[in-house]
């Protein structure tokens, strides 16, 4: 029972910090606790499969430089280990004056974080890429792409397993006792030692960190995103992937629409705060989860800035006619009749006590464990960037 390293939870990011920790020292003994029956049951198992460009983030902002170094390991990853993916490109379309001013940021954004042939478009060459969208200007960003998470995911375990890695799935972790020379990490079936621990812990980040940091500053707030699906007869309406200019204000990207690897298309995510951190229905409650949020300080502030914002998003989540006039924005000919309901996803939103959602990646540290107590969108993007970064933070203190 006793490790060099063990990593809390077997995600797509936990999973790909294993794999840069064995490259690095291919003797490591490794164990990943995971409390599911299965890798990525959560946030890497629910998403869109987007390969994101990183456009949208701050230079020089871990998710900047995270997503600019992920793209590149991801799409080698891939075509080493025969994952399919595909570099399909996206728009993103303004459909007002008001929001040309944004698009035009978004364009320089990208200019500054490296991205090659981005392409300010007029209404005719939105209108030559996507036919069927309603945008008055956009930009082609060729780098975006579609994959399956989930198939990356597999891949990295079976080469997780290869160097002799341990998965034990079913047990939840309950404490972490932190000692001088090896750590202690109690499950509700065995306890475990290493020299060193990792948390990738997702939706339960801030409760894993919280285990060796009781004054940690921040709480996840989780958020739902649901999706509807277009028809098969429907499919037509939509080329590649299809994005609005976000609301500067707020940290989501706004409904749109994905053509997926498997042919499918998606519309949405809205962003309605959830009640259940691994809620995925409109009804899912938790009392614990729920007080958590309640009770924090920060979601009051949060609560306070974005109440309008969050009714609309709730409206849309009960209302499909809502939701559909929101889509019309970008496509409008697609009606309620073209959608099928489609699945959903949580969202692991860190948010600090003053009530600002944070909009980077963020790490908690000391000489024995490291914590990745933030990493939403684009983090299975970057997944095998933010193993590196955990790998290099571990290294120097590990003697193997």
């Not at 998403?47 to 990183?54: C, F, L």
């Not at 364009?107 to 042939?117: A, I, P, S, T, V």
């Not at 890429?129 to 082609?140: D, L, Q, S």
């Not at 299809?242 to 997926?260: C, E, N």
């Amino acid at each position: 029972m006793k490790y060099d390293v063990i990593i809390i939870g077997a995600g797509i990011v936990g999973l790909a910090s294993a794999l840069k920790l064995q490259e690095a020292k291919p003797g490591l003994k490794l164990l990943i606790i995971e409390k599911e029956n299965d890798i990525c049951k959560h946030q890497t198992g629910n998403n869109s499969g987007v390969i994101h460009s990183g456009i949208y983030y701050k230079p020089g902002s871990l998710k900047a430089l995270n997503c600019s170094r992920g793209y590149k390991l991801l799409l080698d990853f891939c075509d080493k280990n025969n994952v399919k993916y595909e570099i399909c490109g996206k728009v993103i379309v303004a459909t007002n004056s008001n929001e040309l001013l944004y698009l035009h940021n978004i364009y320089k954004r990208g200019l500054e974080n490296g991205l090659k042939d981005l392409k300010l478009l007029e209404k005719e060459e939105v209108a030559e890429i996507e036919p069927h969208v309603n945008g008055i200007k956009g930009i082609r960003v060729p780098q975006t792409g579609i994959i399956n998470y989930l198939e990356v995911a597999k891949a990295i375990e079976k080469i997780v397993m290869k160097f002799n890695a341990e998965i034990v799935f079913n047990e939840e972790v309950l404490s972490i006792n932190l000692n001088s020379g090896s750590s202690d990490v109690v499950t509700n079936k065995n306890s475990y030692s290493a020299k060193q621990i990792v948390s990738c812990a997702g939706l339960h980040s801030d409760r894993i960190a919280k285990m060796t940091d009781k004054n940690l500053p921040l709480r996840i707030i989780p958020f739902r995103g649901e999706y509807y699906k277009l028809k098969d007869k429907k499919r037509h309406l939509v080329n590649s992937l299809i994005y609005p200019v976000p609301d500067p204000s707020f940290p989501f990207l706004g409904v749109h629409f994905t053509r997926m690897i498997n042919g499918e298309v998606e519309a949405g995510p809205n962003a309605v705060l959830a009640f259940k951190r691994e809620g995925y229905n409109k009804y899912s409650f938790n009392a614990k989860d729920s007080f958590e949020t309640l009770s924090w300080p920060g979601f009051v502030n949060v609560a306070k800035k974005y109440w309008k914002t969050g009714l609309g998003e709730y409206h849309r989540s009960f209302s499909k006619k809502a939701f559909v006039k929101a889509l019309q924005k970008l496509i409008p000919e697609i009606s309620e009749d073209d959608l099928v309901p489609g699945g959903a996803g949580v969202r692991a939103q860190a948010c600090d006590i003053k009530g600002g959602l944070l909009d980077d990646f963020y790490f908690v540290e000391n000489k024995n464990v490291v914590h990745v107590c933030n990493a939403p969108s684009p983090a299975a993007t970057s997944s095998l960037a933010i193993g590196e970064t955990v790998a290099n933070k571990l290294l120097s203190r590990l003697i193997v």
